[in-house]
């Protein structure tokens, strides 16, 4: 069964940081892509970052670019999102997924995704 567990959420200022962390078990870790996405009440989930199987290409959106870093630890099965510089405008529910196969910002292309946890930034 295969399992993506969120922690680090929570609540913070503008300007504050916090990092996220995703444990996943039930998969080969090691050759996932993984991804971090965002929600907010009303809106369609939206790709924030991603990290190839090796850690070599990662992409962001726009909107975090500078501010946000993914990476991974292939040894923990443990994927990261540090998060600085937030803004209100970053709040929302955090996930993150994994895949098979080759890089994609496309949340439709994930096949495991973790519970969510919530990121609010208050100004």
């Known amino acids: 069964q295969v399992q993506l567990v969120e922690s680090g959420g929570g609540s913070v200022q503008a300007g504050g940081s916090l990092r996220l962390s995703c444990a996943v078990s039930?998969?080969?870790?090691?050759?996932?892509?993984m991804g971090w996405f965002r929600q907010v009440p009303g809106k369609e989930r939206e790709f924030v970052a991603g990290?190839?199987?090796?850690?070599?290409?990662?992409g962001y959106a726009d909107s975090v670019k500078g501010r946000f870093t993914i990476s991974r630890d292939n040894a923990k099965n443990r994927v990261y999102l540090q998060m600085n510089s937030l803004k209100p405008e970053d709040t929302a529910a955090y996930y993150c997924?994994?895949?098979?196969?080759?890089?994609?910002?496309?949340?439709?292309?994930?096949?495991?995704w973790g519970q969510g946890t919530q990121v609010t930034v208050s100004s």
């Open positions: 997924a994994a895949k098979s196969g080759g890089y994609s910002t496309n949340s439709r292309m994930y096949n495991d």
């Open positions: 039930g998969r080969t870790f090691s050759t996932a892509v």
């Open positions: 990290i190839n199987w090796s850690g070599g290409i990662t």
